[in-house]
């Protein structure tokens, strides 16, 4: 990594023909993935990536290159391509650059350094743990991925950050077969630690047994009746609607340019009063954490809903500066090949005060979903449609029997309003988030809660 007085020359070589701020991105990233399918690993992929991103922001434009050599003559290049493309006649200002560590070397151990035996013999007890489950199980993927990166960022405002990041990731994929019905199951776990501390106590053993008990219970379900119905989700689905229902619609890009049902509307009721939504990089360990965003701004728990008024929205740099805000710590990128945009990192509904058995006991007749599968949301007017991943239907306040083939179809900011009760549990769901063009770790959670009535695609 560079030093403070060579990232103030590059910074200042930056704005010297102009701009409202820069900033640098500099990272060193080990990736490794390992994948096991039919009873032998499959694939082995260890790598190295490094490089930096420069960016000058300007009349609210992006000015932005890149580099995979991290060196002092390769970033003044850099900084003299950016300078040309400014060339704004009058020199930005540069302060005098202070280094903030958060954590540099903490979040390593037991990651990067476990022997690849081990590695690989976590893949296989859960692959034979699958197998050996039901005699309907025909396939089974496990799957690990690990990253440890190296990041320095350098901003005009006069701060460097530093912090090195690990994230490991497994994956169980099962596929269960009888009489020509197929049905699959899937699980995973992952979090910003290291591999000793994610994988213990036989995690993706759990996670696989639970993913072959889905896949093989699917078989003998029937298919979902259709209609408009009362549904109860669990806090165990995770908080996939959340992300896509509401999450997005608060980037502070997309309802700057009004592309969101949400824009303009802090200060107003966007949900029911039961209902505080928050984003929030701190949570220990959890997929979508940090200490500080890809812009050198240190993270901090943002309140976007609460108890149903709109609080803000989630800003990186370029959207805080058209807005006049300050930035929130969301500027997210997937590497130094991509400029920062604002992402989510954590976010999730604040629990209530139901307990969850009383929310299930509380519809006579609906659906309980206890796991969300993929989804599609405009966030222009909040319309989404959800697959149900594992639901049951309700009878008289009771769990009944699994069914399969069921979607939820809505509107976002409708839902959100509609919501009447909230439990006091909360379960955490992990993901990729995808947007313009590149992927970033994300979680999000909610409560157990009751949307009173809510159109359930199935059979009529």
Not at 102 to 111: I, N, T
Not at 124 to 153: D, L, P
Not at 300 to 324: F, P, T, W
Not at 345 to 358: C, K, L, V, Y
Request: net charge negative.
């Amino acid at each position: 990594m560079l030093q403070p007085e060579d990232l103030e020359r590059v910074l200042r070589r930056a704005l010297s023909s102009g701009g409202d701020y820069a900033d640098v991105f500099i990272e060193r990233t080990r990736p490794s993935f390992i994948a096991l399918e039919d009873d032998h690993i499959e694939k082995v992929s260890l790598g190295s990536i490094a490089g930096a991103g420069l960016r000058v922001l300007f009349d609210g434009k992006t000015a932005y290159a890149t580099t995979n050599h991290i060196s002092l003559g390769a970033l003044m290049e850099l900084a003299a391509s950016l300078e040309k493309a400014v060339a704004r006649g009058t020199s930005g200002n540069t302060s005098k650059l202070s280094v903030t560590d958060y954590g540099s070397g903490k979040a390593c151990p037991g990651s990067h350094d476990v022997p690849m035996e081990q590695k690989v013999l976590l893949l296989t007890e859960a692959n034979k743990a699958a197998r050996g489950r039901h005699s309907t199980i025909r396939q089974v993927s496990v799957m690990y991925r690990e990253t440890f990166q190296e990041v320095q960022v350098a901003s005009s405002t006069g701060e460097i950050a530093r912090e090195d990041r690990v994230l490991c990731t497994g994956m169980v994929n099962v596929v269960a077969a009888r009489d020509k019905i197929v049905q699959t199951g899937y699980e995973s776990i992952s979090g910003t630690v290291g591999f000793q501390d994610i994988f213990k106590d036989g995690t993706l053993v759990d996670s696989a047994l639970k993913a072959a008990d889905r896949a093989d219970a699917l078989l003998v379900a029937r298919r979902a009746s259709g209609g408009r119905m009362p549904v109860v989700i669990a806090s165990e689905a995770g908080g996939t609607m959340i992300h896509e229902a509401i999450g997005h619609g608060l980037e502070g890009d997309l309802t700057g340019q009004g592309l969101s049902r949400f824009s303009g509307r802090v200060g107003q009721q966007v949900a029911s009063g039961l209902i505080t939504v928050i984003d929030d990089p701190t949570l220990p360990g959890r997929r979508g954490s940090y200490s500080f965003d890809d812009e050198g701004v240190r993270a901090r728990r943002n309140i976007l809903v609460e108890s149903g008024i709109l609080k803000g929205y989630m800003h990186d740099r370029l959207s805080a500066m058209k807005a006049g805000v300050e930035p929130t710590g969301n500027g997210r990128r997937e590497s130094y090949q991509h400029r920062p945009v604002p992402r989510m990192s954590n976010t999730f509904i604040a629990p209530g005060s139901s307990d969850p058995g009383e929310v299930i006991r509380s519809v006579d007749k609906g659906l309980l979903v206890r796991r969300m599968g993929g989804g599609q949301v405009n966030t222009v007017n909040g319309d989404f449609v959800f697959d149900v991943g594992e639901g049951y239907i309700i009878e008289k306040g009771r769990q009944g029997e699994l069914v399969r083939g069921a979607t939820l179809t809505g509107n976002g900011p409708e839902v959100l309003m509609a919501i009447d009760m909230v439990g006091n549990d909360l379960g955490f769901a992990i993901g990729t988030c995808g947007k313009d063009g590149q992927g970033v770790p994300v979680s999000d959670a909610m409560p157990t809660l009751r949307i009173p009535d809510i159109v359930v695609g199935g059979e009529t």
